[in-house]
């Protein structure tokens, strides 16, 4: 039997990495709205500080079939999340093949590895 989740509190310091991408944010609000300094310059520095934060944690995708013998690297999110939908979330678990949409993953799993319909096929009957 599993254990029941209890939640628990959990304290962090301001100068922890978790509020980091929150703090960089706010910087960059107030800048915009309190300081001297132009828009176009408090941008240059968000983007300077965005990406320094962002290349200091890169993403590394180790899933298999294909990253787990050479992992690759994102900076970014939704460069992780576009690799993700097109390596890794229409896979067969039967025999690995990659397939472009669930309902192409379906099929394919009724028709080669689904054993109630290979004997529907062996009697005749239409599959799909």
């Known amino acids: 039997m599993s254990e029941v989740y ?15 991408l929150g703090n960089l944010e706010l910087r960059f609000d107030w800048l915009k ?4 300094i132009q828009i176009d310059n408090a941008q240059k520095v ?4 965005l990406n ?4 200091a944690n890169p993403i590394v995708c180790c899933l298999p079939p294909w990253c787990s013998r050479r992992p690759l690297t994102f ?13 890794h979330r229409h896979i067969c ?16 799993f009724a028709e ?7 004997m529907r096929k062996e009697k005749g009957e239409k599959i799909h």
Do not use: V
């Open 6 to 20: 209890q939640p628990f509190k959990r304290r962090f310091s301001p100068e922890d990495s978790f509020f980091t």
């Open 33 to 36: 709205k309190h300081s001297r």
């Open 46 to 49: 968000f983007n300077e500080e």
């Open 52 to 55: 320094s934060l962002i290349n």
């Open 75 to 87: 900076y970014s999110t939704l460069d992780y999340e576009i690799h993700y939908n097109t390596s």
């Open 93 to 108: 678990q039967e025999c690995g093949k990659l397939f472009p949409s669930e309902r192409w993953l379906n099929l394919h």
């Open 112 to 118: 080669f590895h689904d054993i109630m319909a290979q």
